[in-house]
């Protein structure tokens, strides 16, 4: 999962006019910046702190307008049909 993210986040940045080294540079200088370490820990609390990470540095190559989307988006439990028009006003 972590490696799809990070992914997804170098193919943002080329679909932005970024060059592949320069997608690669930014990915590599996020996942610095935010503990790539915590990749290679066994604890569940590592794991998360990961995950955490990695979802943080995609959600920085979203405007601003789109992380406060997001983030109401994120009000909804796991598991839970969410009707296309209440989504689609958020």
């Given at each position: 999962m972590l490696l799809k993210l990070a992914a997804a986040a170098m193919?943002?940045?080329m679909d932005r006019g970024d060059s592949l080294m320069g997608?690669?540079?930014y990915v590599?200088?996020?996942l610095d910046k935010r503990g790539v370490t915590a990749f290679d820990r066994d604890r569940a609390s590592d794991r998360t702190e990961a995950v955490t990470s990695t979802i943080g540095i995609s959600l920085d190559l979203l405007s601003e307008a789109d992380r406060?989307?997001?983030t109401a988006l994120s009000i909804f439990p796991d598991d839970v049909?969410?009707?296309v028009r209440v989504a689609?006003?958020?």
């Amino acid at each position: 999962m972590l490696l799809k993210l990070a992914a997804a986040a170098m193919r943002s940045r080329m679909d932005r006019g970024d060059s592949l080294m320069g997608a690669l540079n930014y990915v590599n200088t996020a996942l610095d910046k935010r503990g790539v370490t915590a990749f290679d820990r066994d604890r569940a609390s590592d794991r998360t702190e990961a995950v955490t990470s990695t979802i943080g540095i995609s959600l920085d190559l979203l405007s601003e307008a789109d992380r406060r989307r997001c983030t109401a988006l994120s009000i909804f439990p796991d598991d839970v049909a969410i009707p296309v028009r209440v989504a689609g006003e958020l």
